[in-house]
């Protein structure tokens, strides 16, 4: 029934940024938690960054000072902004939503996005 659907994803040179944006549609009341996570070929998938309903954020210590999480609450929508990126950044970026909410007191398991390819090189 929800439903996420990243995008802003492209290539990049060194040093360069993007912005990805994440979309929750469906019969959603609220969204507790939200985050990027990021898996290259043959890695484990690993956390980027999450954000809760009151904004407080947790970053990956690779993207600490680099990347900024934030979420608009009245669109169901995450943000991820990247700047000086690293070729290590490059990688499948996936959204996911925790805790979300079809009414007061009912919550779905969490939600996974389809990707978006984040590719930094020169």
């Known amino acids: 029934q929800v439903q996420l659907v990243e995008s802003g994803g492209g290539s990049v040179q060194p040093g360069g940024s993007l912005r990805l944006s994440c979309a929750a549609s469906?019969?959603?009341?609220?969204?507790?938690?939200m985050g990027w996570y990021r898996q290259d070929p043959g890695k484990q998938r690993e956390l980027v960054a999450v954000?809760?309903?009151?904004?407080?954020?947790h970053y990956a210590d690779s993207v600490k000072g680099r990347f900024t999480i934030s979420r608009d609450n009245a669109k169901n929508t995450v943000y991820l902004q990247m700047n000086s990126l690293k070729p290590e950044d490059t990688a499948v970026y996936y959204c996911?939503?925790?805790?979300?909410?079809?009414?007061?007191?009912?919550?779905?398991?969490?939600?996974w996005g389809q990707g978006t390819q984040v590719t930094v090189s020169s």
């Open positions: 954000i809760t309903r009151g904004a407080m954020t």
């Open positions: 996911k939503a925790d805790g979300v909410r079809t009414a007061p007191t009912t919550w779905l398991n969490p939600c």
């Open positions: 469906g019969s959603i009341f609220s969204i507790d938690v």
